[in-house]
Each structure stands twice: as structure tokens, then as C-alpha cells.
């Protein structure tokens, strides 16, 4: 009923029947509904509440470069005295005459000024080997440097020969030579049953011999030999912004695979690889990463074979790859359980083995999902590298405690800080842009 | 009865429709419980090479446990299901076998939507049973032309209707050449214009000889195409019959009130 009375209302005041006389020529929009005034009032002055808001940001924006710039512009880089004191006889704002004079220890720590070329050659080859692995539009071929990078940063680093690390690298190749060519006979000698997994304990146990027994005499040989050594440099010389990378590039590389691990080995239908993996997620996540650092600066040499001298940095990076790790694989987990049950069944009903649909199926679109946590985590694993103040490494916080330490710089503060900040923002902030990019570029449900 | 909704105009070629001896799958007193329910009751089934066989039933019957147990999706408890000669039991490398074979298609696609169409279509034959990559995608082409949607195989899932998702699942399982098809209320998350193409292509794989369980309720396509109607309720095959016995002088009071209810108002 009401519809007739709406149509016949309409009726009567509007003419039915209509043709347009020409055509309307097109014109521009007005310019209140594009350009930058339309921008100005949809994002910054869209309503009464958004209006306040927006001024009182711009007010805080104001008040905050009112306070921040005339620091900035009367500073002092070079004073004729280099000192706190030197700096204010010549400007009243802030002090960058201390980043200027201790420019490389905050770079290098005290690794020898003569080597500096070594860890800059070192984090080149990082640059470059991590290009492939983070853009697919790399050559590809890099990927092999990426592989041999480790190493190869480990003996520019560390110096001493090179056979060292070439003897560490032969160590995988032994496992992949017991497992290629052992396995038939292996799983001849204990049935088709356990072959797989008999291979995998029989290349694991030979890897480890490999390390424990054969790598100090195989060495010392190649060594006599050739020795082609570059000059050692101790642990206790690393420092700086070079230790914070170290250990924070190791903990995100190892972290990753470690974590997937961890979190298929949660998700496991066999008890024991799901018992071993819980118990070490949660011991690990249960404990604060200080009491890691203090356990792999004093206890973790009780372990080692004796005689044996495992470096402090390497056990360090080996515990902040644990810690990181067992939050990387709750991470991932949860991008895991985020996927429809119907994928798994697809990827079943299609014959693919575990392996396969974890590899081409469930881990592609949960890692995918999880981009922005495990880049959290790595952000955050990257800051929490400064932890390692506290078992007496000289980390960017280290040096500047030792800085103001010193007569000449005694009371310095902002200039300091700040300066370290800089530097962890600029990483992290990457770090930020390179997730939001990687979720771009694999977007494809389109909605 | 009333003309079916969704059915195909053309003529239904029935000269490849041939039912041999030989058994595709054969399931004897096979039982299971999810936990202390007991789902699916002495199912015993035989299903010979050829035949295009219909499943309905009122929701929570039983119709998707049942097929999901011939490709083990599910574990059955009690008796035996024998597909293609295999045995389905723990032996892994019986149940690969067993699914390289069997080609299932869900309600809800299921397609992988990190992967291209083509993707989707390569990766099992390229992985499972080792198709050189060409020769895989050129068979995957075959078949998206087939379903008539070649034009899409370098798009992603999202970015296709839910018919042609779902023709591009059932090219999916083409792909691995199977000998049985399966068919899981392939046209239910479907809206009714897209029912018809979905429809069409399961008639038209019909009509070259798959052998075929589908779970539907579409009664033309039943009607049409299938050699045999199964009824289930309560985890029990309560009735079965060719289409035109099954729609027109159903036995038990059971698939009566079932048919009523479906059927006419
Ligand atoms: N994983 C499960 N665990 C416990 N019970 C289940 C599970 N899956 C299904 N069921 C139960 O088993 C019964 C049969 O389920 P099934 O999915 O086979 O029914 P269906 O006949 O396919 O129904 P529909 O037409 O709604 O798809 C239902 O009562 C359901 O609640
Ligand atoms: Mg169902």
C-alpha cells in the first residue's frame, strides 16, 4: 500500500516522461573534491573531534622542534678541545663532538684500527648475499654466496687460517655423503622400516664425529701444509654496533629454520618430537634471556669437552638463536593454525607426502600470515642484542657507559643515546618497510 | 515430478557410460566412531568400474564420513574398504597409492590460494607422480580447457567465481588422472547460476566413463546421470536403487519422508 502512495506522490509532482535535450559537456571537478584541499579536509579536518585532535598533534610537532632544533643547530662537531668542557666554550646546544671522536669505536669497538677493512668486507658480503634472499629479482647464482657467507664473514672477523672454517663447512658435507651414500646399505642392514630414519642418527652421529675428533687434527694437517691465516683477533676486541649485528643477523637467520622446526615438531603426531619440542619452547620462552646470557657466559664451558675454547660471542649467539627461536615457532604456529582445515585435506587427497604439502602448501601461506609477528620478533631480538652489556660485551650501550665513564666526556647524555637510537631505528625501521613490502608483493587473495 | 533446476538442455551421450565387472571399490560391514558415536554402521558397498553412483541423505547422515574414509580422509575402525585392489589400512605406502588414484572434489574447493591456477593444477602431478614440468602443465591446460576456463590459468584463485573455482578443482584432480572421482556436495557453497557449469562439467566426465561417488543433492543430476541412487540416514545405507525405482516408488518411509521433503512442498 504504502509503495502506491510514495509512486503516486512522485507522480504528481514530477513529470513522467523525460528526454534529454543534448549532451552535457564534461568539466572538471570542483576543486573542493580533489587535489590537495580535499586531502586536507578528508584526513586532517574531517570532523569536529578530528579538528582537535589534529591541532593539538601539530601544537606537540611545534613544541617538540621548538625545543629539539636550536640543540641541533648549535652544536659543536669539532671543537679545538675534544671535551665535554670543549664543546660548551664554543656552543650551548649539543655535543657531537663525542660521536665524531669515537665514530669507529662505536662501529668496530676495539678491533685493531690496522683490520677495519675486514668486518667492513665482511658486512659488504652480508649486504650482497642477503640481496638474493630477500628479493627474488636477485641473480640468483648469489644464493651460493649466501650459503658460504657464514663462513666466510666468521674468518674475516675472527681471522686465523682459513681451514678452520673450510673444516666446519666439510661438516655438512659429511652428513649429506653418509646419507646419499650410505642409506641403501644402512637401510639393508636395519629394513625398509626404520632406512630413513637410521640414516638421518647415522649422518647426524657421523657430522658429530667429524667435529669432535676429526676437525682439530684435520686442521692442524692443512694448516702445516698452507696456512693461509689472516691475523686472529680476540672476542674481547669485538664492540660496537659490529657486535650488535653479529649477533642480531645470527639470531634472525637461525631463528627462522629453528623455529619452523619447532613449530612442525609442536604440531608432530610422534610424542617424543613433540615432547622434546614443547619442553624446549617453553623452557625457553620461561626464562628471561638475561639468565640465557649469564648460562652461556659461565655455565655452558662445563659442557664443553675440556680443553675445548668455545668463543664467548659464538655461545652468546647461540643462546639468543635458542631464545629467539622457541618465539619464532609460537609464531609461526599460529599462522599454522590459522589455515582452513580443507588445505591439508586438498593437499592429502592429492597424494602429497607430509613433506610436500608442508613445504608447498601449509608453510607457504603461514609464514605468509605471519610475516608481521616473526618480523616483530625480529625487531625485537635485534634491540634485545643490547643485553649483552650484562656478561661484559661492549655493545653500542656498553661503549657509551665507558664513554661517560671517561673525563673528557663525563655528563654527556642525549648526543649518545640518541646516536645509538638512530642506529637501531634505521635498522629496524627496514626491517618494518621490508615486511610491509614482502606482504604486498605476496598478496593474492585480492579482496 | 518437477522439472530439475539446474539440468543441462543437450541430450546426455550414454555410449562411454559402460559398467564392467571389475571392482573399483568395495567396502564389506565397515564401521566408525568419532569418539563413543558411532557414524557410519555395516556399510557394505561395492562399486564396479563405470558407475556413476548418487549419495544423499539428510544432513549429519553420514554421506561425507563415508566418502572421506575411501581416500582415508577419515579412519574407519571396523571392516575393510578395498580400492582399486589396495587394502586401506596403516600401511602409508598402500594409502599414496590409494590417493594417487582418487580424485576428490570438497564443498568448498579447497583450492591453494598462495598458488596460480596453473600451480594448482601442476604441483601434485609434478610431485606425486613425478610429471616432467612441461608435460604436467600442458596436461593441466587440457584439462582447464576442458572445464572450459584456459584463460585463467595464470590468475589466482581469489580472483575467480565460485563455479569456476570449483571447475578448476575438479580439473585439479583430472590432472592426477584419476581412475574414481569423488564428490563431496560439490554445488552446495554455490549460487544458483553457478550450479549449472559445475554441473555440466561432472556430467560431461560422467559421460566419458569416470567412475563416480557423488554426495548432492541435486536430484536432476541424479536422475540424469547416476546408475545408482544411495540413501543414508543415521549412518546406515538405508535404500538404494537405479534414479527412476529410487524418485518413483521408494521402499522405505525413510527416503518417502526424505523425498517429500526435497522434492515437492
Ligand atoms: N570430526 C568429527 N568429530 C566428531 N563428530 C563428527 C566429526 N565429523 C562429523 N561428525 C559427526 O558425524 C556425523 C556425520 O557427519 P557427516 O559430515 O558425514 O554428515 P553428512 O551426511 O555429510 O551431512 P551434511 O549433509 O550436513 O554434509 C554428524 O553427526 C557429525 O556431527
Ligand atoms: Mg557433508
Given at each position: 500500500?504504502?509503495?502506491?502512495?510514495?509512486?503516486?506522490?512522485?507522480?504528481r509532482?514530477?513529470?513522467v516522461?523525460?528526454?534529454?535535450?543534448?549532451?552535457?559537456?564534461?568539466?572538471?571537478?570542483?576543486?573542493t573534491?580533489?587535489g590537495?584541499v580535499?586531502?586536507?579536509k578528508?584526513?586532517?579536518?574531517?570532523?569536529?573531534?578530528?579538528?582537535?585532535?589534529?591541532?593539538?598533534?601539530?601544537?606537540?610537532?611545534?613544541?617538540?622542534?621548538?625545543?629539539?632544533l636550536?640543540?641541533?643547530?648549535?652544536?659543536?662537531?669539532?671543537?679545538?678541545?675534544m671535551?665535554l668542557?670543549?664543546?660548551?666554550?664554543?656552543?650551548s646546544?649539543?655535543c657531537?663532538?663525542?660521536?665524531?671522536?669515537?665514530f669507529?669505536q662505536?662501529?668496530?669497538g676495539?678491533?685493531?684500527?690496522e683490520?677495519?677493512?675486514?668486518?667492513?668486507?665482511a658486512?659488504i658480503?652480508?649486504v650482497v648475499s642477503l640481496?638474493?634472499?630477500?628479493?627474488?629479482?636477485?641473480p640468483?647464482?648469489?644464493?651460493?654466496?649466501?650459503?658460504?657467507?657464514?663462513f666466510?664473514?666468521?674468518w674475516?672477523?675472527?681471522?686465523?687460517?682459513?681451514?678452520?672454517?673450510?673444516?666446519v663447512?666439510?661438516?655438512?658435507?659429511?652428513?649429506?655423503?653418509?646419507a646419499?651414500k650410505?642409506?641403501?646399505?644402512?637401510t639393508?642392514?636395519?629394513?625398509?622400516?626404520?632406512?630413513?630414519?637410521?640414516?638421518?642418527?647415522a649422518?647426524?652421529?657421523?657430522?658429530?664425529?667429524?667435529?669432535?675428533?676429526?676437525?682439530g687434527?684435520v686442521t692442524g694437517?692443512?694448516?702445516s701444509?698452507?696456512?693461509?691465516a689472516?691475523e686472529e683477533?680476540?672476542?674481547?676486541r669485538?664492540?660496537?654496533?659490529?657486535?650488535?649485528?653479529?649477533?642480531?643477523l645470527v639470531?634472525?637467520?637461525?631463528s627462522?629454520?629453528?623455529?619452523?622446526?619447532?613449530?612442525?615438531?609442536?604440531q608432530?603426531?610422534?610424542?617424543i618430537?613433540?615432547?622434546i619440542?614443547?619442553?624446549?619452547?617453553?623452557?625457553?620462552r620461561?626464562?628471561?634471556?638475561i639468565?640465557?646470557?649469564?648460562?652461556?657466559?659461565t655455565?655452558?664451558n662445563?659442557?664443553?669437552p675440556?680443553?675445548?675454547?668455545?668463543?664467548l660471542?659464538?655461545?652468546?649467539c647461540?643462546?639468543?638463536?635458542?631464545?629467539a627461536?622457541?618465539?619464532?615457532a609460537?609464531?609461526?604456529?599460529?599462522?599454522i593454525?590459522?589455515?582452513?582445515?580443507?588445505?591439508y585435506e586438498?593437499?592429502?587427497?592429492?597424494?602429497?607426502?607430509?613433506?610436500q604439502?608442508?613445504?608447498?602448501?601449509?608453510?607457504?601461506?603461514?609464514?605468509?600470515?605471519?610475516i608481521p609477528?616473526i618480523?616483530s620478533?625480529?625487531?625485537?631480538?635485534?634491540?634485545?642484542?643490547?643485553?649483552?652489556?650484562v656478561?661484559?660485551?661492549?655493545?653500542?650501550?656498553?661503549?657509551?657507559?665507558?664513554?661517560?665513564?671517561?673525563?673528557?666526556?663525563?655528563?654527556?647524555?642525549w648526543?649518545?643515546?640518541?646516536?645509538?637510537?638512530?642506529f637501531?631505528?634505521?635498522?629496524?625501521?627496514?626491517?618494518?618497510?621490508?615486511s610491509?613490502?614482502?606482504?604486498?608483493?605476496?598478496?593474492?587473495?585480492h579482496r | 515430478m518437477?522439472?530439475?533446476a539446474?539440468?543441462t538442455e543437450?541430450?546426455?551421450?550414454?555410449?562411454?557410460?559402460k559398467?564392467?565387472?571389475?571392482?573399483?571399490?568395495?567396502?564389506?560391514?565397515?564401521?566408525?566412531w568419532?569418539?563413543?558415536?558411532?557414524?557410519?554402521?555395516d556399510?557394505?558397498?561395492?562399486?564396479?568400474r563405470?558407475?556413476?553412483?548418487?549419495?544423499?541423505?539428510?544432513?549429519?547422515?553420514?554421506?561425507?564420513?563415508?566418502?572421506?574414509?575411501?581416500?582415508?580422509?577419515?579412519?574407519?575402525?571396523?571392516?575393510?574398504?578395498i580400492?582399486?585392489?589396495?587394502?586401506?589400512?596403516?600401511?602409508l605406502?598402500n594409502?599414496?597409492?590409494?590417493?594417487?588414484e582418487?580424485?576428490?572434489?570438497?564443498?568448498?574447493?579447497?583450492?591453494?590460494?598462495?598458488l596460480?591456477?596453473?600451480?594448482?593444477c601442476?604441483?601434485?602431478?609434478?610431485?606425486?607422480?613425478?610429471?616432467?614440468?612441461k608435460?604436467a602443465e600442458?596436461?593441466?591446460?587440457?584439462?582447464?580447457?576442458?572445464?572450459?576456463?584456459?584463460e585463467?590459468?595464470?590468475?589466482?584463485p581469489?580472483?575467480?567465481?565460485?563455479?569456476?573455482?570449483?571447475?578448476?578443482?575438479?580439473?585439479r584432480?583430472?590432472?592426477?588422472?584419476?581412475?574414481?572421482m569423488?564428490?563431496d556436495?560439490?554445488?552446495s557453497?554455490l549460487?544458483?547460476e553457478?550450479?549449472?557449469?559445475?554441473?555440466?562439467?561432472?556430467?560431461?566426465?560422467a559421460?566419458?566413463?569416470?567412475?563416480?561417488?557423488?554426495?548432492?543433492?541435486e536430484?536432476?543430476?541424479?536422475?540424469?546421470?547416476?546408475?545408482?541412487?544411495i540413501?543414508?540416514d543415521?549412518g546406515?545405507?538405508?535404500?538404494q536403487?537405479e534414479?527412476?525405482?529410487?524418485f518413483t516408488?521408494?521402499k522405505?518411509?525413510?527416503?518417502?519422508l526424505?523425498?517429500?521433503?526435497?522434492l515437492?512442498?
Amino acid at each position: 500500500m504504502s509503495e502506491t502512495h510514495a509512486e503516486t506522490a512522485f507522480a504528481r509532482k514530477a513529470p513522467v516522461a523525460f528526454v534529454a535535450d543534448g549532451q552535457i559537456p564534461a568539466s572538471p571537478p570542483p576543486s573542493t573534491a580533489v587535489g590537495p584541499v580535499k586531502w586536507v579536509k578528508d584526513n586532517l579536518f574531517p570532523g569536529p573531534v578530528n579538528t582537535i585532535l589534529t591541532l593539538a598533534s601539530l601544537a606537540f610537532v611545534a613544541l617538540l622542534a621548538y625545543e629539539i632544533l636550536p640543540w641541533l643547530i648549535d652544536s659543536s662537531w669539532a671543537p679545538a678541545d675534544m671535551s665535554l668542557r670543549g664543546c660548551r666554550a664554543e656552543a650551548s646546544g649539543a655535543c657531537f663532538a663525542v660521536i665524531n671522536e669515537r665514530f669507529y669505536q662505536f662501529i668496530f669497538g676495539f678491533y685493531p684500527p690496522e683490520h677495519y677493512w675486514r668486518p667492513t668486507l665482511a658486512f659488504i658480503v652480508v649486504v650482497v648475499s642477503l640481496w638474493p634472499v630477500l628479493f627474488p629479482s636477485a641473480p640468483r647464482k648469489l644464493l651460493i654466496l649466501s650459503a658460504l657467507s657464514p663462513f666466510i664473514c666468521y674468518w674475516l672477523i675472527w681471522g686465523g687460517s682459513i681451514w678452520g672454517p673450510v673444516a666446519v663447512l666439510a661438516a655438512p658435507a659429511v652428513g649429506w655423503l653418509i646419507a646419499a651414500k650410505g642409506g641403501g646399505a644402512i637401510t639393508k642392514i636395519v629394513g625398509e622400516d626404520f632406512g630413513p630414519l637410521a640414516t638421518i642418527v647415522a649422518a647426524v652421529a657421523g657430522v658429530a664425529i667429524w667435529l669432535l675428533f676429526f676437525l682439530g687434527p684435520v686442521t692442524g694437517a692443512l694448516i702445516s701444509i698452507a696456512p693461509l691465516a689472516l691475523e686472529e683477533v680476540a672476542s674481547n676486541r669485538l664492540g660496537g654496533f659490529m657486535l650488535s649485528l653479529i649477533i642480531g643477523l645470527v639470531g634472525i637467520v637461525g631463528s627462522l629454520p629453528l623455529g619452523i622446526a619447532l613449530a612442525l615438531g609442536r604440531q608432530s603426531k610422534l610424542l617424543i618430537v613433540k615432547a622434546i619440542s614443547v619442553g624446549f619452547i617453553e623452557t625457553m620462552r620461561g626464562v628471561p634471556l638475561i639468565t640465557l646470557l649469564f648460562v652461556a657466559s659461565t655455565l655452558l664451558n662445563y659442557f664443553m669437552p675440556p680443553g675445548s675454547n668455545f668463543d664467548l660471542i659464538l655461545r652468546v649467539c647461540i643462546m639468543v638463536t635458542l631464545f629467539a627461536s622457541a618465539y619464532m615457532a609460537e609464531v609461526i604456529r599460529g599462522g599454522i593454525a590459522a589455515l582452513p582445515k580443507g588445505q591439508y585435506e586438498a593437499a592429502d587427497a592429492m597424494g602429497l607426502t607430509y613433506w610436500q604439502s608442508m613445504r608447498f602448501i601449509i608453510l607457504p601461506q603461514a609464514l605468509k600470515i605471519s610475516i608481521p609477528n616473526i618480523v616483530s620478533s625480529f625487531i625485537g631480538l635485534f634491540k634485545d642484542t643490547t643485553l649483552v652489556i650484562v656478561i661484559g660485551l661492549l655493545d653500542p650501550l656498553g661503549l657509551s657507559s665507558a664513554i661517560r665513564a671517561d673525563q673528557a666526556w663525563n655528563g654527556i647524555v642525549w648526543e649518545l643515546y640518541g646516536f645509538i637510537a638512530l642506529f637501531f631505528f634505521i635498522f629496524c625501521y627496514g626491517m618494518s618497510r621490508y615486511s610491509q613490502y614482502l606482504e604486498r608483493k605476496l598478496r593474492t587473495d585480492h579482496r | 515430478m518437477a522439472e530439475p533446476a539446474h539440468m543441462t538442455e543437450r541430450e546426455i551421450d550414454r555410449s562411454q557410460m559402460k559398467i564392467s565387472d571389475e571392482v573399483a571399490i568395495d567396502i564389506r560391514k565397515m564401521n566408525k566412531w568419532y569418539g563413543d558415536f558411532h557414524v557410519l554402521r555395516d556399510i557394505n558397498l561395492t562399486v564396479y568400474r563405470g558407475e556413476r553412483i548418487v549419495v544423499c541423505g539428510p544432513s549429519g547422515s553420514g554421506k561425507s564420513t563415508l566418502i572421506r574414509c575411501v581416500n582415508r580422509l577419515e579412519e574407519h575402525q571396523a571392516g575393510e574398504i578395498i580400492v582399486d585392489g589396495t587394502e586401506l589400512n596403516s600401511d602409508l605406502k598402500n594409502l599414496d597409492k590409494v590417493r594417487a588414484e582418487v580424485g576428490m572434489v570438497f564443498q568448498h574447493f579447497n583450492l591453494f590460494p598462495h598458488l596460480t591456477i596453473l600451480e594448482n593444477c601442476t604441483l601434485a602431478p609434478i610431485w606425486v607422480r613425478k610429471t616432467p614440468k612441461k608435460e604436467a602443465e600442458e596436461t593441466a591446460m587440457h584439462f582447464l580447457r576442458k572445464v572450459k576456463i584456459p584463460e585463467q590459468a595464470h590468475k589466482y584463485p581469489g580472483q575467480l567465481s565460485g563455479g569456476q573455482q570449483q571447475r578448476v578443482a575438479i580439473a585439479r584432480s583430472l590432472c592426477m588422472k584419476p581412475r574414481i572421482m569423488l564428490f563431496d556436495e560439490p554445488t552446495s557453497a554455490l549460487d544458483p547460476e553457478m550450479i549449472k557449469e559445475v554441473l555440466d562439467t561432472m556430467i560431461e566426465l560422467a559421460e566419458e566413463g569416470m567412475t563416480m561417488i557423488c554426495v548432492t543433492h541435486e536430484m536432476g543430476f541424479a536422475q540424469a546421470v547416476a546408475n545408482r541412487v544411495i540413501f543414508m540416514d543415521a549412518g546406515q545405507i538405508v535404500e538404494q536403487n537405479e534414479p527412476k525405482e529410487f524418485f518413483t516408488n521408494p521402499k522405505s518411509p525413510r527416503t518417502q519422508l526424505f523425498l517429500s521433503q526435497i522434492l515437492g512442498h
